[in-house]
């Protein structure tokens, strides 16, 4: 129970730091999430939307990781997929014990309720869906997980508009604070995640780039990360290399 306190404590601190409007009641009720399921915000296992607070996948498999889950089965529901329009329907059911008949969850998505960046990976995101509503109903998890939202609204889509009060490009505080969110859920270099930034951006630094820019950067790599990121991490190691010097 004490290591459940310290993890609480932990994250709010954190948290303070990275979202530096929140309520009391926002950090009371991250108090009591992150006690009660030891859930890690440095960790990437809960984010701050729209003023709540969302649980990641990330942070569910993490759950039924330390709970000691027996497995998690997936299916196709044929009657009410069309590959065609790209919609599928997935069931999920997670067995927290050997001897569990099992909690079932249903996901869905299709290019309405999907982010633009993971068009044509519906089958994938519904996946994610059904996986994480079913862990939600196992664990007694009383909130959503990020990864159920759709396009409206869609916040990790979206970024909120920023004072003028970060570089002169107007890449506020809150763009940074989710490309380092990311950076550190998912343990990458951030050298060569800024030289990746740079040159997706196509500019010299990354002050330069324009907020559009930037934003779609930090969405294609939270994209990347979650999808591939043995093959994001083989795309930040070509940056630790000088480039070679075309021949004379």
Request: glycine residues 8%; charged residues 25%.
């Amino acid at each position: 129970m004490k290591r459940k306190k310290t993890a609480g404590q932990t994250s709010v601190r954190i948290a303070r730091r990275i979202w530096t409007n929140l309520s009391r009641e926002a950090l009371n009720r991250l108090r009591e999430i992150a006690t009660q399921h030891n859930f890690s915000v440095g960790a990437g296992d809960l984010i701050y939307l729209n003023n709540g607070w969302y649980v990641t996948h990330t942070g569910l498999i993490g759950l039924a990781r330390r709970k000691r889950c027996s497995g998690i089965h997936v299916e196709a529901v044929d009657s009410l997929c069309d590959s065609g329009a790209n919609r599928f329907v997935l069931k999920a059911t997670v067995f927290p014990s050997k001897g569990s008949s099992g909690f079932v969850s249903y996901g869905d998505a299709d290019p309405s309720n999907v982010s633009s960046f993971v068009r044509g990976a519906e089958m994938r995101v519904a996946e994610t869906r059904a996986v994480n509503r079913a862990l939600r109903k196992a664990y007694g998890i009383g909130i959503c997980s990020v990864e159920e939202i759709g396009t409206i609204p869609n916040p990790v889509e979206k970024f909120p508009p920023q004072n003028a009060n970060g570089n002169g490009n107007g890449t506020g505080p809150k763009v940074r604070d989710r490309l380092c969110q990311i950076i550190r859920q998912h343990k990458l270099a951030p050298e060569l995640v800024k030289a990746y930034a740079v040159d997706f951006c196509g500019t010299k630094t990354l002050r330069e780039a324009s907020r559009e820019r930037v934003e779609n950067f930090v969405l294609r790599l939270a994209d990347w990360a979650i999808k591939d990121r043995k093959a994001l991490l083989i795309q930040l190691d070509s940056y630790s290399q000088p480039k070679q010097e075309g021949a004379a």
